[in-house]
């Protein structure tokens, strides 16, 4: 059994920013793939930005040039950090996770609210 727990969400002004982790836990072999995905209100869950476990990146084109991932993988962490923020980025994050041998999981969300 594994688990993802998400945390750094919470209020911030336009322009602000705010750095999200994904923890790991449980009986882990190893971690590949790992994203972060975002759900505003009365629309679909979406792909924020992903990174393989050799650290390649990739990114939503609306999130390029301020959103930057990463991971730890020694520390089974992921990060999101997250710079000029607008209100349009007011969503519930969710970390992605797929472990070798297990599939992939998800984390129960945590809430970035962008406004002044």
């Known amino acids: 059994q594994v688990q993802l727990v998400e945390s750094g969400g919470g209020l911030v002004q336009p322009g602000g920013s705010l750095r999200l982790s994904c923890s790991a836990s449980?009986?882990?072999?190893?971690?590949?793939?790992m994203a972060w995905y975002r759900q505003a209100p009365g629309k679909q869950r979406e792909l924020v930005a992903s990174i393989t476990s050799d650290g390649s990146t990739s990114y939503a084109d609306s999130m390029k040039g301020r959103f930057t991932i990463s991971r730890d993988n020694a520390k089974n962490t992921m990060y999101l950090q997250m710079n000029s923020l607008k209100p349009e980025d007011t969503a519930v994050y969710y970390c992605?996770?797929?472990?070798?041998?297990?599939?992939?999981?998800w984390g129960q969300g945590t809430q970035v609210t962008v406004s002044s």
């Open positions: 992605n996770a797929h472990f070798k041998f297990v599939g992939a999981y």
């Open positions: 449980g009986s882990i072999f190893s971690i590949n793939a």
